[in-house]
């Protein structure tokens, strides 16, 4: 038993030497986690900003297509105001990002 608590530091020194090149060795780059994180958040507000502006184009076409049918109007404006809501959403949720990150970074520091 005192043999095995002895050999216990040599065990402690037996790590493995992971240097900066072993994330373009199996290609997963060699950015850290936080810059990951909102890189892959600015992506996907991105994408969902760019879908909500394509709502807005389509209730539009739809609204100017309508020929004055009360029904096709409403239907495009109700497609024009969700599209515009979820667009207020995206903006709100990548300013909340930014400033988490912004906050978090500086209690690292």
Known sequence: MSIALLA????????????????????????????????????VLGFLGLVAVIMILIGGFQWMTAGGNEEKVAGAKKV??????????????????IFVVSQTSELSN
């Open 8 to 43: 216990l530091p040599f065990v402690a020194f037996a790590q493995v030497n992971v240097n900066s090149e072993f994330g373009t060795t199996f290609g997963l780059g060699t950015a850290d986690l936080e810059s990951t994180v909102v890189n892959v958040v600015q992506w």
């Open 80 to 97: 024009i105001s969700a599209a515009v809501i979820g667009l207020i959403v995206v903006l709100l949720a990548w300013a909340i990002v």
